[in-house]
């Protein structure tokens, strides 16, 4: 396994186990006024997943990066994550997660490794790259593992 990999599994599962022990109530309130809750920061990240595993797939299907981006303020909003149940909200982020795992691994390498020079990474990454440079599905994948640590930090009070 990729060792970027290995540190992803870790990092769900760990993560899932410390996120449960965040009660309901806790979950819901937001970090400061005006932020998101950690249960909006946890959706956020299942709309993260939800994205770029189309990304990730579709990426494989043909040989550009070109996706693009997604309102998530107005998707956090409109999908009310507040008011969803903490403990299925945490076990969809892990399941999903553990899902692009395993898409993530079953990658092969020639796939991830494609030079890329048509993409929007300067506009969908969260580490963003100059649209003259070219990039690679590994690129991508390591943006999302990368913006899923940012939150998961910003969770557990942690500087990223």
Request: proline fraction near 3%; hydrophobic fraction near 35%.
């Amino acid at each position: 396994m990729r060792e970027w990999l290995s540190d992803l599994q870790q990092t769900i599962e760990s993560a899932a186990e410390r996120l449960l022990r965040i009660d309901e109530a806790e979950s819901a309130e937001p970090k400061t006024e005006g932020k998101w809750s950690n249960k909006e920061i946890i959706g956020h990240l299942i709309d993260s997943a939800a994205n770029n595993h189309a990304r990730f797939v579709l990426t494989q299907l043909r040989d550009d990066l070109v996706f693009p981006g997604y309102e998530q303020n107005r998707g956090v909003e409109v999908q009310h994550y507040r008011e969803a149940s903490w403990p299925q909200l945490i076990e969809l982020w892990r399941a999903y997660n553990l899902h692009l795992l395993h898409t993530m691994s079953v990658t092969p390498d020639d796939k991830l490794k494609n030079l890329c020079y048509q993409h929007t990474m300067h506009e969908i990454a969260w580490k963003t790259v100059s649209q003259s440079e070219p990039v690679n599905l590994e690129c991508l994948m390591r943006d999302y593992v990368a913006h899923l640590k940012h939150h998961l930090g910003q969770v557990f009070g942690e500087r990223a």
